[in-house]
């Protein structure tokens, strides 16, 4: 009796292995006829209407959107983004990073072949100084161009 358990737990056991592999080998497969057709297709889905007929650019349209459903956007993305940073510093035990930022919260303008090392406004690319700067910079070149029509 002993011995037909044993080999009945052999034989699941082999087609736990079998089906196994199964389910790798098709995960394999799709994840290669998913890599071509998005080489094939691109990231430009609906760009290309032409050839199209009305059935397929609603299922591309319908497939467009499902592919954005979850994402998030504007304050949410920027909250959700502050929430995972956080769960990693607390995980992770470095309290030392806690102060420290991204390269991408930093200011992106360069003053004098230098770049700016003030922290950026969140959902932009300046800090609160080079927006001020660019601002009036605009209204001064803004200015000066209606003066010099105004005179001539």
């Known amino acids: 009796m002993r011995e037909k358990l044993i080999r009945l737990q052999s034989l699941y056991i082999d087609q736990f292995k079998?089906?196994?592999?199964?389910?790798k080998e098709k995960?394999?497969?799709?994840?290669?006829?998913?890599?071509a057709e998005h080489e094939a297709l691109g990231s430009s889905?609906?760009?290309g209407p032409e050839g199209l007929l009305a059935k397929e650019r609603e299922n591309l349209k319908?497939?467009?959107c499902l592919r954005r459903y979850r994402q998030r956007y504007g304050v949410e993305a920027l909250l959700h983004r502050q929430l995972k940073e956080r769960r990693m510093l607390a995980t992770d035990g470095a309290a030392q990073q806690a102060h420290t930022t991204r390269s991408s919260q930093r200011c992106l303008a360069f003053v004098d072949d230098v770049r700016c090392s003030n922290q950026s406004l969140p959902m932009t690319r300046h800090c609160l100084t080079q927006k001020d700067a660019?601002?009036?910079?605009?209204l001064l070149t803004l200015y000066s161009g209606l003066m010099e029509t105004a005179l001539d």
Request: hydrophobic share 35%.
């Open 18 to 23: 079998r089906l196994q592999h199964l389910l």
């Open 45 to 47: 889905l609906l760009t």
């Open 27 to 35: 995960k394999r497969r799709y994840l290669h006829n998913r890599k």
């Open 62 to 64: 319908r497939l467009k």
């Open 134 to 138: 660019t601002a009036i910079g605009d």
